[in-house]
């Protein structure tokens, strides 16, 4: 039997009643706020406890696990109500939820004795997150979903290896568990801009524009980033890796070029995934240059982290809570576009221009996470009264 889900018209009912609306206010929020204190610890003197940890370390896992996580919740949690008809989690399911992942951001701030804090509240929230998406899905018997509980799993587990290596009980586990979380999430939003990119550009042209996903781009491109992932972690020396690098990134751009229509870039909800997913392929290729100029490795990770996963991760949260709270994603939102262009500043100094100017190079690091938190203060003060709110009737049309 599928369930008639419909949102209460206000209060606390209604907020809780979907997971994009805590958690996509609290994705935007915690965005501020660990960017705030790894700006503060790497330039300013601040001090965490942060156990076997690196500062960059930590930074890595609070933004792929503590912000990522916030807004995979939120999306994959309403995005499975449509999938299967069934409803994951709502009322005080929800806020459970959202405390444990609460909780687990304290203990990782706090850092010191509250370390365990944050381990066994986000390992506790991962498994949460995978029983809420994994029971409607097993209900239906929608199998075709088995990818992204394999990729929640692989998250959790890579939880775990920070976990041991915070603690010092496996020394440079958390080194692996930054890239299989990069990659994941990666794979993750590739996955999901596969699914709903050309719907939302259908939608938001009224039909007059279909774009096309051929079968041997999902097919090629889904076998060569497992391939690009297994060479990294196997053989990063092997000349394997530039060219699978290259592979994959030559195939997503195939399907950038396959989606490209001039009526994108009206609309910031639809070319702020359209530039997402070319800082990704920006990445691979920046990846497979780094064979042999080193330097460029890092600058490749923010391509990926920065370029694909923040504004990927922006645009979808952005998009979502437009659409999901009732009001109409056609209108015209001046927020959206400084939001948008802020943080693809931010890209262009961390991942781009370091490479013309490599001297200035800690400049723009400092100005590529003013630009971050101007980005994502603008969305979080916008979306409050979005996802707090019933949308008026002049708001719906």
């Not at 699914?195 to 491109?221: C, H």
């Amino acid at each position: 039997m599928t369930l008639n889900i419909t949102e209460p018209l206000s209060g606390s009912a209604l907020f809780w009643s979907k997971g994009f609306r805590p958690f996509f206010i609290a994705a935007a929020g915690y965005a501020i706020v660990a960017m705030l204190v790894w700006s503060a610890a790497l330039f300013y003197g601040f001090n965490i406890d942060t156990g076997g940890l690196s500062y960059f370390q930590w930074h890595a896992h609070e933004l792929l696990y503590g912000y990522g996580g916030a807004v995979i919740a939120g999306f994959l949690l309403t995005a499975a109500v449509n999938w299967t008809g069934r409803n994951t989690l709502s009322g005080f399911g929800l806020q459970l939820i959202f405390l444990v992942w609460l909780g687990a951001r304290i203990g990782w701030l706090l850092g010191g004795v509250w370390l365990w804090l944050g381990a066994m509240a986000d390992g506790l929230f991962w498994l949460m997150l995978m029983v809420a998406i994994a029971r409607p899905i097993i209900q239906v018997k929608q199998w075709r979903q088995l990818g992204i509980l394999a990729k929640l799993t692989l998250l959790f587990s890579a939880h775990i290896l920070f976990v041991l290596d915070a603690f010092a009980w496996v020394p440079g586990a958390a080194y692996v568990a930054i890239y299989i979380g990069l990659f994941t999430i990666i794979g993750l939003i590739l996955v999901m801009l596969r699914r709903v990119f050309p719907f939302f550009v259908k939608a938001a042209s009224g039909g007059r524009v279909e774009l096309n996903n051929p079968t041997w781009i999902d097919r090629s491109s889904l076998v060569l980033f497992v391939l690009f992932m297994l060479v990294f972690f196997i053989w990063p020396k092997s000349i394997l890796m530039p060219v699978v690098a290259c592979a994959i990134g030559l195939v997503l751009l195939v399907r950038l070029l396959n989606w490209f229509d001039s009526f994108i870039f009206t609309a910031p909800l639809l070319w702020s995934l359209y530039v997402s997913y070319g800082f990704i392929v920006l990445g691979c290729w920046l990846f497979a240059l780094s064979y042999w100029h080193g330097q460029l490795h890092y600058l490749a990770i923010h391509a990926w982290s920065l370029g694909g996963f923040g504004m990927a991760t922006l645009g979808m949260l952005v998009r979502v809570s437009v659409g999901h709270s009732g009001r109409n994603v056609r209108a015209k939102r001046p927020w959206m576009w400084l939001a948008f262009m802020s943080l693809i500043v931010g890209v262009l100094l961390r991942v781009i221009l370091p490479m013309v100017w490599p001297a200035f190079a800690t400049e723009m690091l400092i100005w590529s996470q003013v630009a971050w938190l101007l980005s994502f203060v603008v969305t979080f003060y916008n979306l409050v009264p979005l996802l707090t709110k019933a949308p008026s009737v002049s708001e719906e049309l």
